[in-house]
C-alpha cells in the first residue's frame, strides 16, 4: 500500500500493521467493558468513517465508509463557490441547526450541507440497520460518535433521531494518563475527539 511505501522510502521497516476500526474499537471499547451491551461506535474522519459494532469489547461488525467531514466541506464550498477554507468556516457556523436567519448564500449553503449531512446519516443507518438485521438477538444500545466531523452542530442529534439511539460523545482519554502536553484542559477537550484512532494505534502498538 502507499502508506507501507511511504514507510520504506523513509528508511524505516514496518513492522506491524493495523486497521483503524480496530483502533478505533480499542480506544472506545474499554469504556464500558463487561457490560454485556452491544455498542456502535461511529469514528468521523475527514475521508473515511469507521463503523464497529462490538459486544463487549468483540467486534461482530465493522463497516468503512470512503465518507467523511471533508465532503460535507466541499459540497458547501462548490456551491457557494468559495475555498475549502472559507467553507469550513461557513460550514462549522451554520451546522444543522442554523442559517434560517442568514443570508440567502448562507442559506443556500445550509441546504447543500442539510443534504449533504442526510446522506452521511442514511449511510450509517443503513450500515447498522444491516447488522440488526443479521443480529437480531444483539439490538444495538447505543452509538458512541467521535472524529472531527462529529464536532458539526446537529449532526449527533440528527444520527439519534434518525437509528432512533442514544448518541454519546466517546472519550479516547478516559482510559489513559495524558502527561504534560503543553496543552490547556479546554486544548486537551478540543483534540480529544480527533484522537481516537491516534490513541487506538498507540495503544495497540503497546500492547
Same mark, same amino acid.
Not at 162 to 175: E, M
Given at each position: ?37 452491544? =455498542? ?37 464550498? =462548490? ?21 434560517? =436567519? ?20 442514511? =449511510? ?84
Amino acid at each position: 500500500s502507499r502508506s507501507i511505501e511511504a514507510v520504506q522510502a523513509a528508511d524505516l521497516t514496518p513492522t506491524v500493521v493495523d486497521l483503524s476500526s480496530f483502533a478505533v474499537l480499542r480506544s472506545l471499547a474499554g469504556m464500558e467493558a463487561g457490560s454485556g451491551r452491544v =455498542e456502535a461506535l461511529v469514528d468521523v474522519g475527514a475521508r473515511v468513517t469507521n463503523i464497529v459494532v462490538h459486544e463487549n469489547g468483540v467486534p461482530r461488525f465493522i463497516r468503512i465508509l470512503l465518507l467523511g467531514g471533508s465532503d460535507l466541506t466541499e459540497a458547501v464550498a =462548490e456551491r457557494m463557490g468559495v475555498p475549502r477554507e472559507q467553507a469550513e468556516a461557513i460550514k462549522q457556523q451554520i451546522g444543522l441547526t442554523g442559517g434560517a =436567519e442568514a443570508g440567502m448564500d448562507r442559506q443556500a449553503a445550509a441546504r447543500v450541507l442539510e443534504s449533504a449531512a442526510n446522506t452521511f446519516v442514511d =449511510e450509517v443507518r443503513g450500515s447498522l440497520d444491516y447488522f440488526s438485521a443479521s443480529w437480531p438477538s444483539a439490538p444495538i444500545s447505543r452509538i458512541t460518535f467521535t472524529g472531527g466531523g462529529s464536532r458539526l452542530s446537529g449532526l449527533a442529534e440528527r444520527l439519534s433521531e434518525s437509528c432512533r439511539l442514544p448518541v454519546d460523545t466517546g472519550s479516547p482519554f478516559a482510559a489513559i494518563r495524558v502527561g504534560d502536553t503543553g496543552l490547556t484542559p479546554e486544548q486537551i477537550q478540543f483534540v480529544e475527539r480527533l484522537a481516537v484512532v491516534p490513541v487506538g494505534l498507540a495503544l495497540g502498538a503497546a500492547a
